[in-house]
């Protein structure tokens, strides 16, 4: 078992986005029992909230749920229990190495680090076009899911 976890800052638009859709993307490879996704926020101030409505509407527009999710905040305990830890943007993997106290083991990366075009997570809270975040999580997550294929020998 292959353990993801998803990081943002809210933990109620970009990560679990990304958690749902690794989750579809896995299902329909065939591979859903293979890896455990789940996602948390840097920040603790969204912490009980379900995902926002927009980017619920968005995954739900691909035919994908994400009932039941609550947003929780990252922990340094979270650090161990992840085969890779994904973040959104820049800014958020320097919050994961502050809460976590660093990276020895090499797990946290961009979600778009395995994209052909390394970059942030386009952020709906600013650009209110959370189709564009959808389409940036695909070729992330595409793209992940070749590195996983290639480690699988
Ligand atoms: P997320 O979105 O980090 O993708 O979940 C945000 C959620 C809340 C805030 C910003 C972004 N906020 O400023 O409260």
Redesign the pocket.
């Known amino acids: 078992m292959i353990r993801v976890l998803f990081v943002?800052?809210?933990?109620?638009?970009?990560?679990p986005m990304a958690e749902f859709l690794f989750k579809d993307m896995a299902q329909k490879r065939g591979e859903a029992g293979r890896y455990l996704a789940e996602s948390a926020?840097t920040s603790s101030?969204?912490e009980g909230n379900p995902v926002?409505p927009p980017a619920r509407a968005e995954l739900a527009r691909h035919g994908i749920s994400c009932a039941g999710k609550r947003a929780r905040p990252l922990t340094a305990a979270d650090y161990a229990k992840y085969d890779y830890i994904l973040a959104?943007e820049s800014a958020n993997v320097r919050s994961i190495l502050r809460i976590c106290g660093g990276d020895p083991e090499k797990k946290v990366h961009r979600i778009l680090d395995f994209s052909a075009r390394p970059r942030d997570i386009s952020?709906p809270?600013y650009t209110g076009d959370f189709a564009r975040t959808y389409a940036d999580l695909v070729e992330g997550l595409e793209g992940f899911f070749r590195l996983l294929d290639a480690k699988k020998g």
């Open positions: 943002c800052l809210g933990n109620i638009c970009r990560s926020g101030e969204e926002y959104a952020d809270w």
